[in-house]
Every structure is written in C-alpha cells, then in structure tokens.
C-alpha cells in the first residue's frame, strides 16, 4: 500500500449513469493493485424551495433520498461484479448533501484519487465532460482519474501507461504516478515529449536539430531517476514535433491509460488545469488520469 492513510482511499463518485458504472468498474482493480479501500460517494444536492411549495420539496427530498440508496446499491453490485475474488480490498460508502462539485473536492483532500466518469456528447459528436467532472478536474486535492463508457475505454490490459512530460513541476508529479502505475500493471511506459508546438514554428533560420536535441536532453533527465527506481518498467521514448494534446490523444489509442501532470510548461501560474490536460481528459477514450501538484 501507497505510505499513509487516507480516509476515503480510492473514492469513486456515483450517480447511476453508465459513466459512473465504468468509473466503479475501473476503480475496484485500482483499489485492489494498491491495497487501498475504496468508498462509492453519492452527492445530493439539495432543493431550496420556498413556500406555498413546501410540500413539493419534501417529495423531491424523498425521490432524491430513495434514488441516492438505489445508487449506492447499484454501485456495489457492479463493484461486486468487477471485483477480482482474490483480492476484496475494504468498501465503504457515503452519502453527501451538498453542491457536488464542492463537496467531492473538499473530500478529496483525504482521498488518494478521485475516480469520476465524464459526460455526455457535444453538439459535433466531441466527448466533453460534464460540470461536475470538470469542475472536480479543475480543482481537486489529488490526482483525478476521467472515465469514459463504452468498449472503447476497455483496452489491451497488457497495453502501456502514457505519459505526457514536459519538465514543469506538475509533469514531475505526474511522472512519478505513471511508473508507479505501470509497476502495479506490470506494463511498459511510453514516455511523450513535445520539443516544439507547431504554433511556434518554423521560424526562417532558426535550428531544429537544437531543439530536438534540446527536447531529448530534457526527456533523458526526466526519466533517468524513476528508471532506476523502477528497474522492472521499460521506457520507451517518443519526441515530437506538434501540439502535445494531438499526439497525446492519437497515441492514447494504443495505449490502456493515460497520465498526464495538471498544468505544463505554458500555463498561466493562476491556471488550475492546463489545456493539454484538459484536451486530452476531454477527448481520449481511455482512462485519463491528471495529477496534481500542491
């Protein structure tokens, strides 16, 4: 287990919809690689109605109250289901009234990871998230993982980890989790490094192989340490010269998760999540998890 405690372990927020069932799924082998308990969270949040339409909130109250248990039960069923029998890592769950993006992030100050599934599709067939993941993403406490539906969020479990790295604090953060990750799945590490954001280039004169050279140095650095803490995952490598979320994105095809740090190299210091973080947890369809750093 992962050094410390934490109250809430691997917590996964439930809602009933088939995001959040595939959140759930993910989540128990999560918990179970890392020994972790792990508690399904359901937020209500609460109807303010004022008079003479008192009678309605209480109904409303009710409905909310009796899906919330429904939830809950449904959640442990599919845990139930995915759950390897070898291993039965500690449930719990909890209910929580209050606005959800508040409350989830307010608990993710004793959680070790946030699990959450995405939402919903734009009006141009673009997987986007919804306010709640979104907004959790944005400003949680602990690395969040993105969840998406469907079969195409259930890859070759001996794929590789993906790792976006850029040499900003929050890639460093991020680096660590993504060997820790690949140790526990016993899979490689594709390591991608963008050089250049085709934005910015060509510039006449200017020397690409400088750059280049540059970029593998910094790729070389990064990695050098965590490979010999972690002896067992083989690294490989990939330079390029374009818009990180787009190659991170393509990769992610032949990958089964992705880790990326929560804002880069050209954030805004004020920014909370970066745009390749935010691009990439928005578009991939595998699990995408985004670490933070405090």
């Given at each position: 287990m992962t050094e410390g405690t934490t109250k809430y372990?691997?917590?996964?927020?439930?809602?009933?919809s088939a995001e959040s069932r595939a959140a759930v799924s993910w989540?128990?082998?999560?918990?179970?690689?890392?020994?972790?308990?792990?508690?399904?969270?359901?937020?209500?949040?609460?109807?303010?109605?004022?008079?003479?339409?008192?009678?309605?909130?209480?109904?409303v109250a009710k409905w909310q109250e009796d899906n919330a248990r429904d939830v809950i039960v449904q959640a442990r069923n599919d845990l139930t289901d995915a759950m390897d029998k070898s291993q039965s890592p500690e449930v719990q769950s909890e209910l929580l009234y209050a606005n959800p993006v508040q409350a989830l992030v307010d608990a993710s100050q004793d959680a070790r990871m946030v699990v959450m599934g995405s939402r919903g599709r734009g009006a141009f067939g673009r997987l986007l998230l919804g306010s709640v993941s979104s907004g959790v993403l944005h400003h949680a406490?602990?690395?969040?993982?993105?969840?998406?539906?469907?079969?195409?969020?259930?890859?070759?479990?001996?794929?590789p980890v993906l790792l976006g790295i850029d040499g900003s604090p929050a890639s460093e953060a991020a680096t660590a989790f993504a060997f820790e990750e690949?140790?526990?799945?016993?899979?490689?590490?594709?390591?991608?490094?963008?050089?250049?954001?085709?934005?910015?280039?060509?510039?006449?004169?200017?020397?690409?192989?400088?750059?280049?050279?540059?970029?593998?140095?910094?790729?070389?650095?990064r990695l050098a340490g965590w490979q010999e803490l972690y002896p067992d995952v083989r690294v490989e490598r990939r330079l390029v010269c374009d818009?990180?979320?787009?190659?991170?994105?393509?990769?992610?095809?032949?990958?089964?998760?992705?880790?990326?740090?929560?804002?880069?190299?050209?954030?805004?210091?004020?920014?909370?999540?970066?745009?390749?973080?935010?691009?990439?947890?928005?578009?991939?369809?595998?699990?995408?998890?985004?670490?933070?750093?405090?």
């Amino acid at each position: 287990m992962t050094e410390g405690t934490t109250k809430y372990g691997i917590l996964v927020a439930v809602d009933g919809s088939a995001e959040s069932r595939a959140a759930v799924s993910w989540a128990a082998r999560e918990a179970s690689m890392r020994d972790e308990v792990i508690t399904l969270t359901h937020v209500v949040q609460p109807v303010v109605v004022s008079w003479p339409v008192a009678a309605e909130q209480v109904a409303v109250a009710k409905w909310q109250e009796d899906n919330a248990r429904d939830v809950i039960v449904q959640a442990r069923n599919d845990l139930t289901d995915a759950m390897d029998k070898s291993q039965s890592p500690e449930v719990q769950s909890e209910l929580l009234y209050a606005n959800p993006v508040q409350a989830l992030v307010d608990a993710s100050q004793d959680a070790r990871m946030v699990v959450m599934g995405s939402r919903g599709r734009g009006a141009f067939g673009r997987l986007l998230l919804g306010s709640v993941s979104s907004g959790v993403l944005h400003h949680a406490h602990c690395p969040v993982a993105i969840i998406h539906a469907g079969k195409a969020s259930v890859r070759d479990p001996d794929g590789p980890v993906l790792l976006g790295i850029d040499g900003s604090p929050a890639s460093e953060a991020a680096t660590a989790f993504a060997f820790e990750e690949a140790s526990l799945r016993a899979v490689s590490l594709v390591a991608l490094h963008a050089w250049s954001d085709v934005a910015v280039f060509p510039i006449l004169g200017m020397d690409w192989r400088a750059y280049r050279d540059q970029g593998e140095e910094l790729l070389g650095e990064r990695l050098a340490g965590w490979q010999e803490l972690y002896p067992d995952v083989r690294v490989e490598r990939r330079l390029v010269c374009d818009t990180p979320a787009r190659w991170l994105i393509k990769e992610s095809q032949h990958a089964q998760l992705v880790v990326l740090g929560s804002r880069g190299r050209g954030g805004f210091s004020g920014a909370l999540l970066g745009s390749v973080s935010s691009a990439v947890a928005q578009s991939a369809e595998i699990p995408v998890i985004v670490v933070r750093t405090q």
